[in-house]
């Protein structure tokens, strides 16, 4: 095994009268055995390792300082990076629409929950949470659950990966397409959707919307049950995971960690059954758990959780049916957004008719769109917090109002933030290779991390 970039640090002289001298021996490539080898020849030697951020177990700009004794790590010191996206600050200074497109893309493999969580914010800050239309909010929940699936997909096709396991990724990976076609389909992106608004969804599902689960649900059931049949009891797989990044629900309640991890750890604590919200308390499902406190114990959780959702979707679809040609927008006019959209060939943009209006039928309609949308809507002083189950724990927004059109402040609270300062409790003891298991085992996303 090769390396470059490490450095081994080593007292000579420990344990005589001479005054011990500090020296280094740098690694610059070669074999690790002869490097290890030259260190261990020091009765007191200390390696210290930067794990990232540019190894691979590592999503985003995350360093791990360990400190090693053989294939041992006695001590792990967690760098979260530095993104400089400033998307909290950035919020401050743009509309409270246009502030969808910001929060979106700060996990960017859970956008929905972010949009979701910062809307119903600005919605409690206006008084309107009881006027949101039924069918928004049958639609915000099935984006969300088709995001929670597709974030678990890529959660599992990485870690495998990062086993070497390819096929685990290719599936995963599949499988994740299937889910993209619906949304797609229906905001006009794959990532970053900007698709949920204060006080509803920029647009209704696509005409197609039902044929497309149709044709592609049977087929991602088929593929999660073919994934699982690959890794839950796959000797291989259990002998990597079992036992390791153990953290108990005495450490996960210390540290403030939530979802998969604490699920696995025993606890069933989830927001849309703790604290509903969207309505979840009408639907039918399980909050899955698991007894081993460990890094499979979340590989079985996330599986579990993606039947669950597979089970809301059923009762989503069945209820959107119900209420089709609804409205998916707020109905007062000075909060919603001037038209309906609809994605086109050309992109995605506002329905003809409403440009017919605007620009050959009513100077009026064309006013309020101007002001609307360059500066936005008041929302009354006050400050709102929300907090949704996102695919890696508890995902909060704290919204605070001037009365302006403008946040005066936002922070999200992101779960991989609180549920990486577990590493530290969940690599110590363990074997180099089970830091990249453990950390995998966290699913963070450092956009949401370092904002």
Not at 153 to 180: D, K, P, S
Not at 278 to 290: L, R
Not at 303 to 312: G, Q, Y
Not at 336 to 365: C, F, R, Y
Request: aromatic share 6%; hydrophobic share 40%; charged share 25%.
């Amino acid at each position: 095994m090769s390396t470059s970039s490490e450095q081994v640090r080593a007292t000579e002289g420990a344990g005589t009268e001479e005054t011990p001298r500090d020296f280094f021996v740098q690694a610059e490539g070669g074999d690790w055995d002869a490097i290890t080898r030259e260190a261990i020849e020091h009765s007191d030697e200390r390696i210290v390792v930067n794990m990232g951020p540019q190894h691979p177990s590592t999503h985003g700009v995350l360093r791990l300082i360990l400190e090693l004794d053989g294939e041992t790590v006695t001590e792990a010191r967690v760098g979260i990076g530095y993104l400089h996206t400033g998307i909290e600050k950035t919020m401050e200074h743009r509309t409270f629409t246009q502030g969808v497109t910001l929060c979106t893309r700060m996990d960017y493999l859970t956008p929905m929950f972010q949009e979701t969580a910062y809307c119903l914010a600005v919605e409690r800050l206006l008084g309107i949470e009881d006027q949101i239309p039924e069918r928004a909010t049958l639609i915000r929940v099935l984006m969300m659950e088709c995001t929670r699936i597709s974030s678990h997909l890529v959660c599992l096709g990485t870690g495998g990966m990062e086993l070497g396991a390819t096929t685990v990724m290719t599936i995963g990976f599949r499988e994740r397409e299937r889910l993209f076609r619906l949304i797609e389909a229906t905001t006009g992106l794959r990532m970053n959707n900007g698709y949920i608004r204060p006080g509803g969804v920029s647009n209704d599902l696509p005409s197609n919307w039902k044929a497309i689960i149709d044709q592609e649900w049977p087929l991602l059931r088929q593929g999660v049950t073919e994934l699982e049949a690959l890794c839950l009891e796959n000797p291989i797989l259990r002998g990597r995971m079992c036992d390791v990044g153990y953290l108990d629900l005495t450490g996960c309640m210390a540290l403030g960690v939530t979802g998969p991890i604490l699920k696995a750890a025993g606890m069933p604590y989830d927001l849309r059954k703790a604290a509903p919200y969207c309505g979840y308390e009408t639907y039918d499902f399980e909050v899955p758990t698991w007894d081993s406190a460990d890094a499979y114990g979340r590989l079985r959780v996330r599986f579990r959780e993606i039947w669950e959702s597979l089970k809301i979707i059923d009762q989503v679809v069945e209820r959107l049916q119900a209420c089709e040609g609804e409205p998916v927008m707020v109905a007062d006019k000075k909060i919603a957004w001037p038209a309906q959209l609809a994605v086109g060939p050309d992109g995605q943009g506002n329905s003809l008719e409403h440009i017919k209006e605007i620009m050959g039928t009513s100077m009026e309609s064309l006013i309020h769109h101007f002001k609307l949308v360059t500066e936005g809507f008041r929302v009354p002083a006050g400050q709102a917090y929300i907090a949704v189950e996102s695919p890696k724990g508890e995902l909060g927004c704290h919204l605070v109002s001037d009365g302006g059109t403008r946040p005066y402040r936002a922070h999200f609270r992101d779960p991989a933030f609180n549920n990486l300062q577990a590493v530290a409790a969940m690599v110590e003891g363990g074997a180099v290779a089970d830091t990249v298991v453990a950390v995998a085992s966290i699913d963070p996303v450092l956009g949401g991390v370092d904002r």
